[in-house]
């Protein structure tokens, strides 16, 4: 497979050809895919399965080059899926915050194996992001945070999770940051104890 563009150092290229192994993922969710970078690393890894792809894809800052991003998504991606047929991916556009991605995540019957979290930085983007993802992805299964430094709100989301006991840091590769999935239940007390960060 050729290499697409991507946001990620060489390590980080590699970390994300390693996950779908060690996390027996069949299924990911990622939240900031850019033109597909992430995306085509993770599916190096993997054999089958499918790959959930949510941006906003207007990255661009200018209205005539934003819907290239998303074909650019499209080219890439249809680019190395001729050497993995058995892999799907479904773009979803628009941020993790509108209700229709929220509905496509409460509706789906199987969970993610692994959630990447890469899109907007800020602190409270990533707890919503967090809010929204965690109770789709399995016990047992891969949080991975990227842009995880001091310069962005993202060790501040990550920390309140982590405080609440349903994330636990496994490794660290440059500023990505791999988690898994505690087996602690999402329930009332764990949102009311996130929803009170926001305010
Ligand atoms: C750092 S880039 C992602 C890089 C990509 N993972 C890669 O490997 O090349 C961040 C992406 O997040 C997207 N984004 C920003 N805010 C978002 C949001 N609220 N929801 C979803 N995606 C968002 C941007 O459009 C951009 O494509």
Redesign the pocket.
Known sequence: MNDV????SPQERDLLRSLPEKFQAESIL??????????S?FAQGMDAGEIVC??????YRTIEDQPY?LQRWIENTNGWQKEKPNIRTIPLV????TPAIRYFLEDRVCSFDIA?I????DAT?VL??LSCILPAVRRGGGVVV??HTEEYGVPFACSIFESAGLIEPVSKTDSVVVYHRTDKPWDDHVGAFVRGHFS
């Open positions: 563009r991507a946001m990620l990622e939240i900031g895919v850019f033109v597909g970078g992430s995306t690393y949510v941006d906003t894809f207007c990255f991003q628009g941020s993790v915050t990447f890469d899109g907007a930085h983007s919503v992001d990227h842009d």
